[in-house]
Nanobody, 115 residues
């Protein structure tokens, strides 16, 4: 599985961005999907995930502002980010995983929140 993330960029505080991550290959609907982020000098942290069941999880820092969704027909997972804050600045990585297997990672897309 190869993952390609896009949608990052420069946005002002309070603005919005939507990240997309397209996966190659088949069996996309069988994967648990999610987004991590890593800011300079910080460890990579889980932002949101959406398993095959569709029960989403969000980090406390993004609850109520971010929304993760998946479109299995398009092999795509999305991260809608609203009310962005400077502390959301990071490289965002999408991943796909299944039980008993190593996760697949996209290259990352940079999100910069600054005025």
């Amino acid at each position: 599985v190869q993952l390609q993330a896009c949608g990052g960029g420069l946005v002002q505080p309070g603005g919005s961005l939507r990240l997309s991550c397209v996966a190659s290959g088949s069996r996309f609907s069988f994967y648990n999907l999610g987004w991590y982020r890593q800011a300079p000098g910080w460890q990579r942290e889980l932002v949101a995930r959406i398993p095959t069941s569709g029960n989403t999880y969000y980090a406390d820092s993004v609850k109520g502002r971010f929304s993760i969704s998946r479109d299995n027909a398009k092999n795509t997972v999305y991260l809608q980010m609203n009310s962005l804050k400077p502390e959301d600045t990071a490289v965002y990585y999408c991943y796909a995983s299944s039980p008993g297997s190593a996760a697949y990672w996209g290259r990352g897309t940079l999100v910069t929140v600054s005025s």
